[in-house]
């Protein structure tokens, strides 16, 4: 009995067609592997003491994370797969590269203890986008949460981290006292992102602009990035002193939501027990109780 190498009853399995991917879907990823070329040449300048140009590539993957999410609603692109690309170059650009970057620019003095910190600050951020990830499809959460990050974002904690650097080119010399604050502040920014901090989120801000107000707006964004690529450490140092002084206002407006929302239960359910269950008038003697009345049935 021969046996043929294959069944030629068994129709052939037919092959599996794709649907074609739209555009719009295609561009908010491009930024985001855009933004994740950034965050990797970033490593590379750190460890070849161009530390400028390294903090530079994470402040330009910064403003690409920022711009991605918005252009990938205003095209109606979000997908499954663009928020897990996102969350990776996320770690990549706001927890490796700004760690690497500290280390190789002066972390690396303190031996392991500096190591420490850069290796914590790495974990931290990855920390912080997988409960982001898992946080984000809670169905519980109030509808007003949605304004408020739970810890310090990673994209600000990589920019806010690296405040150490921005002081030292504006003149600080570096000694081991400088070395030594700069080892705590890098803990105290990681353990800010794994934190249970409210942060305000600001992706409500810039959905509408009022036709007055197109104009001012032009001329404050171009006013802001010339000021950043003329004087870049000054610009940063004051907008991440200011991002630390806005903290606490974050928690305070976090309070105040949680407030609102309480007060409003609190007083129905001491309305609900001050009045207490209700009881059906019982019918006069001698009456029977009216049946109630049943719904028409449709033919």
Request: hydrophobic residues 55%; glycine residues 8%; charged residues 15%.
């Amino acid at each position: 009995m021969v046996f043929a190498p294959f069944e030629p009853e068994r129709p052939l399995a037919k092959r599996r067609r794709f649907r074609p991917i739209p555009v719009r879907t295609l561009v908010p990823n491009l930024i985001t592997l855009l933004a994740l070329c950034a965050g990797l040449t970033g490593i590379r300048l750190a460890i070849e003491g161009k530390t400028e140009w390294a903090v530079a590539a994470i402040v330009f993957a910064a403003t690409l994370d920022g711009i991605d999410g918005r252009v990938a609603r205003m095209l109606k692109g979000t997908s499954r797969f663009g928020a897990e690309l996102d969350s990776l170059a996320d770690f990549v650009n706001f927890g490796v590269a700004p760690a690497l970057i500290l280390y190789f620019w002066g972390l690396q003095d303190l031996g392991h203890a500096g190591w420490i910190a850069a290796m914590v600050f790495a974990i931290c951020a990855g920390l912080r986008l997988a409960r982001f990830n898992v946080m984000i499809e809670d169905p519980n959460r109030p509808a007003w949460a949605a304004n408020f990050f739970v810890g310090m974002p990673a994209p600000a904690g990589a920019v806010t981290g690296l405040l150490p650097i921005y002081i030292y080119f504006l003149g600080v010399p570096r000694s081991g006292l400088v070395e030594a604050i700069a080892f705590l502040y890098t803990l105290a920014i990681a353990f800010l992102m794994v934190s249970r901090l409210p942060v305000f989120s600001g992706k409500r801000v810039g959905k509408r602009v009022s036709p007055e107000m197109v104009l001012p707006v032009f001329v404050l964004v171009v006013l802001f990035f010339a000021l950043l690529l003329s004087y870049p450490w000054p610009v940063l140092t004051i907008g991440t002193l200011i991002y630390l002084a806005s903290l606490p206002f974050g928690v305070i407006s976090y309070r105040s939501h949680e407030r609102k929302t309480a007060h409003p239960a609190a007083a129905q359910s001491h309305a609900a027990a001050a009045v207490g269950p209700t009881a059906a008038p019982s019918p006069p003697q001698g009456e029977q109780p009216a049946e109630p009345e049943r719904p028409a049935r449709l033919n």
